[in-house]
């Protein structure tokens, strides 16, 4: 198995382009099954979850055509059955957002319900009841969550308990076709639900207020085809942002969505660091010095982001000072904290609460990725750590990076894949 072996002590320096955002593309992709029409999907990050999200699309009849640039068309009116099977559900929960485009738009789904996950229970009752709302039927029988309508969904006044990402965007997939009028109440606002929304606007869906709490959509008969370009990752670049705070570097990230980032940039501000933006870029300058200790609180966008928690770990964990970080979206996402204790860090967990004492040095260790955001946090250690670390299970980070050791290797660090 592929390992990260990472020589800490660079101060990174240099320029790297963002990739697009995993977390638009993925349901940008499933939404494509809401139209017989050919579309195009530009700027896909190259990662193991968008290759699953198409192997899932193949799966199902549709054409699949991906060029060297990471352009993809798709091709739906050849589909041939509406099955998400458990052999791709559970290496990839997000195949739970074909769900509600294709019992809107065929009428039946069959999508096994995702299990367990290492960060949290991550329960999908929300997406189902909203459908439900609107006129699904769903069984969960055999591991698979079984939905069907007869005719085309209902317009519904939906209202989320809890501020869900991946719920939010099922459910406004499914209402594009439904008929009549839809509204989400205490919808999520984050970017990655705005580009899809934006997607599907520009295949012919009627939506307001995407950005805000309440989305309204205006069900069609049917949606076209059209090309359109996903968003930059704004959690890859608040990553190389803290690589250059945590190692004393300067880089910049261009081709990125300076906007998506405010909650992000105000705290590395707040460390010390010198945060220049121009209208696609952002420029993260630590001249030298070191990092100082923040407050972390997540929270739905647009607060803190809970996929950049693990990375202020780190960087705290090597700042003057204690800072505190309470991570409030998911109840197990501190596993990174028991890797850096192999690394010297000094961190205490109660609860959702790690309180981080900020050490002179982190020494280099073997370490094992526990999930996506734990394994980037367990790079940025490594950066800065004296010696070697080697990182196990790194597909964890494969996911959700591309090209992780190119994209910092061309920023001076000493990074590479190794077999063992
Ligand atoms: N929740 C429920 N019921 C539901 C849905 C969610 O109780 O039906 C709870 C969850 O258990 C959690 C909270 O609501 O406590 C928020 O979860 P959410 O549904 O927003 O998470 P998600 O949609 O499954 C997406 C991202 C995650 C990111 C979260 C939070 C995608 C594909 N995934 O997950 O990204 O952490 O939103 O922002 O968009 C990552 O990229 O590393 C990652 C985990």
Redesign the pocket.
Request: glycine content about 8%; charged content about 30%; hydrophobic content about 35%.
């Given at each position: 198995m592929d390992k990260l072996l990472i020589t800490g002590g660079v101060r990174l320096n240099g320029v790297v382009r963002a990739s697009g955002a995993?977390?638009a593309a993925?349901?940008i992709l499933a939404a494509t099954l809401l139209t017989k029409e050919l579309i195009t999907i530009k700027n896909l990050p190259h990662l193991h979850d968008i290759t699953t999200m198409l192997e899932l699309l193949g799966s199902m009849g549709c054409g699949v055509v991906v060029d060297e640039k990471m352009s993809v068309q798709l091709d739906v009116s050849t589909l041939n059955n509406s099955e998400a099977p458990y052999e791709l559900v559970k290496t990839m929960?997000?195949s739970i957002?074909v769900l509600g485009p294709l019992v809107s738009h065929f009428g039946k789904a069959i999508v096994s319900l995702p299990g367990g996950c290492a960060?949290?229970?991550?329960?999908?009752?929300?997406?189902l009841r909203g459908l439900e709302a609107m006129g699904a039927n769903i069984v969960v029988e055999g591991g698979d969550i079984i939905a069907s309508v007869d005719g085309r969904l209902k317009g519904a006044r939906i209202f989320f308990d809890?501020?869900?990402?991946?719920?939010t965007e099922n459910l406004l997939m499914a209402a594009t076709l439904a008929d009549g009028q839809t509204i989400l109440e205490n919808a999520?606002r984050?970017p990655?639900v705005v580009d899809l929304a934006e997607c599907l606007i520009a295949m012919g869906a009627k939506i307001t207020g995407h950005g805000t709490d309440t989305i309204v959509i205006d069900g069609v008969e049917a949606l076209h085809g059209a090309t359109y370009p996903v968003m930059p990752d704004r959690?890859e670049t608040g990553t190389f942002l803290v690589a250059a705070a945590i190692t004393g570097g300067k880089v910049k990230v261009t081709d990125t969505d300076v906007k998506s980032l405010e909650a992000v940039l105000s705290k590395l501000e707040e460390t010390g660091a010198k945060v220049t933006c121009g209208e696609d870029w952002i420029e993260v300058d630590m001249e030298g010095r070191r990092p100082k200790a923040v407050n972390i609180s997540t929270a739905?966008y647009p607060a803190f982001?809970?996929?950049m928690q693990a990375q202020f770990v780190a960087l705290n964990s090597v700042a003057e000072g204690v800072g505190r970080v309470i991570e409030n979206?998911?109840?197990n996402r501190f596993m990174h904290v028991d890797e850096m204790l192999r690394m010297g860090a000094d961190i205490e967990v109660t609860g959702n609460t790690a309180i981080v004492r900020g050490c002179n040095s982190l020494k280099g260790a073997p370490v094992m990725a526990t999930?996506?955001?734990a394994s980037a946090s367990l790079v940025l250690s490594a950066l800065v750590a004296n010696g070697d670390t080697k990182i196990d299970r790194i597909y964890h980070i494969d996911r959700?990076y591309e090209c992780i050791e190119e994209k910092f290797g061309s920023l001076g660090a000493k990074i590479s894949r190794v077999l063992n």
């Open positions: 995993k977390n993925l349901p929960r997000a957002l960060i949290g229970s991550r329960p999908v009752d929300l997406h809890k501020v869900t990402v991946t719920g999520a984050e990655e959690i739905p982001p809970t996929d979206i998911f109840e999930d996506l955001r959700g």
